[in-house]
């Protein structure tokens, strides 16, 4: 029996069926590839979902954690750490907000986010303000898995079968500037938006609608969360994808690739919002553990020193252009878009898109679908040219091999400009 084999039949009988895994056992990782046990290497569009920002030789990274892992990993949050004042100074800066807080995981970075809120609702009422409890959220929306996040995320399946989910959600049509009107009131007290929907489709939203969602929470004391855990980090060649717009959010939260790998999150806001919390109200066991936060601070420190934002953006505008070419090729891509090193490729079909992500990975190349008919690439910020033309390469053969609707390859050369 081969290992994989083995630990497929283990998982079997062992745990709790959460996930239908693909049939590759990773052992190790270098630079952009992972390498399965049999020694054959991947390239890797998706990072870990949006992780591996730095991909998996980082010395920055390894070194960090080495050494805060010789001197302490955690000693709770009754205590100082040496990290967490100055992990906070470089996310206040990077965000434009004015205070963090640490958790372990996206989903957990949207839950204080929402406690937050309700808090500081009632903080408002007790001022004397007029302002509800009910949250607004997208169609399309992904928030993380637990009871207040899956109550702001969109996709029945993640929470109907778990009802009744919390009370007081409502899903806006997205980038619908007329409903986004219609459904908000003096009974909302935070409107939560992706800047670009990750999970949702790699949909970015409309100026004008974040604007009007801006506009709108100011005329009630509401509050304009936005998530950025996938989006942010650098991911779109800015910090926080909100600085494309000229929007200002009152809180934020940042997670996925925020400490290299190690789980690791961020809630963000203004001081006002912060005065909604006070000791005891909420806390977590492990955030913000020197750890995570001295690996957090590498890969700030990474970006930064080796201007990542500046090759995400020229890394993600070369990608783009080819894909685009690849999509006057091949009509069954009925979409090309995304920011940075958050793209993605929109199929007629949801049938090709599984079946493209199964035969990318026979190719070694792993790339994820997303919202049933879209590609998603999300390559680590390290990714390069090569890399690109490797992936797309793989892709014009998927589609000529299994659409057959390839039109005149002469086509190929002036589609580049498209
Ligand atoms: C992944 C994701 C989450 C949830 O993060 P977890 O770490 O899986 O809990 C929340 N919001 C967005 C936008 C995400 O992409």
Redesign the pocket.
């Known amino acids: 029996m081969s290992k994989l084999a083995e630990i497929q039949a283990a998982e079997q009988r062992l745990l709790i069926h959460t996930y239908d895994r693909f049939p590759v056992l990773f052992v190790a990782g270098e630079d952009v590839y992972l390498i399965d046990d049999e020694g054959n290497r991947y390239l890797d569009l998706l990072s870990g979902?949006?992780v591996n920002a730095l991909g998996y030789s980082s010395k920055t990274i390894q070194n960090a954690i080495a050494e805060q892992s010789c001197k302490l990993i955690n000693a709770s949050n009754y205590f100082f750490n040496e990290k967490m004042a100055p992990l906070a100074e470089r996310l206040v800066q990077l965000t434009g907000m004015d205070r963090a807080y640490f958790g372990n995981?996206?989903?957990?970075?949207?839950e204080a986010a929402l406690k937050l809120a309700r808090a500081h609702a009632g903080l408002l009422r007790e001022e004397g303000r007029t302002i509800g409890t009910k949250f607004l959220a997208l169609e399309q929306?992904?928030?993380?898995?637990?009871f207040g996040?899956i109550s702001a995320t969109y996709k029945e399946k993640y929470r109907l079968p778990f009802g009744p989910v919390v009370p007081g959600f409502e899903f806006v049509n997205f980038n619908d500037i007329e409903d986004l009107r219609a459904k908000f009131s003096s009974d909302v007290c935070a409107i939560l938006l992706?800047a670009v929907?990750?999970?949702g489709g790699v949909r970015p939203l409309t100026s004008e609608f974040f604007a009007e969602a801006r506009k709108l929470a100011d005329s009630t004391g509401a509050l304009l969360i936005v998530?950025?855990?996938?989006?942010g980090c650098g991911r779109t060649g800015k910090w926080c994808a909100y600085q494309h717009y000229d929007v200002k959010p009152d809180v934020t939260?940042l997670?996925?690739p925020l400490a290299g790998g190690i789980?690791m999150?961020a809630t963000l806001c203004t001081n006002e919002v912060a005065r909604a919390f006070h000791a005891g109200m909420h806390g977590t066991t492990f955030g913000g553990s020197p750890l995570a936060c001295a690996a957090a601070i590498a890969f700030i420190d990474y970006v930064e020193k080796e201007n990542l934002m500046e090759h995400v953006t020229e890394t993600g505008e070369y990608f783009q252009q080819q894909l685009r070419a690849l999509a006057q090729k091949h009509t069954c891509i009925v979409n090309v878009r995304g920011k940075g090193l958050m793209l993605a490729v929109e199929l007629d079909s949801a049938d090709l898109g599984k079946c493209a992500v199964t035969e990318l990975l026979k190719k070694h190349i792993v790339i994820n679908c997303t919202s049933d008919t879209v590609l998603r690439f999300l390559p680590p910020f390290i990714f390069q040219h090569e890399h690109v033309d490797q992936t797309v390469a793989a892709l014009d053969e998927f589609f000529t091999e299994n659409t057959g609707v390839a039109v005149a390859a002469g086509k190929k050369g002036e589609a580049a400009h498209g």
């Open positions: 979902i949006g995981s996206g989903t957990e970075a949207v929306s992904f928030h993380g898995r637990t996040s992706e929907q990750g999970e998530d950025e855990i996938q989006a939260t997670a996925k789980p999150s």
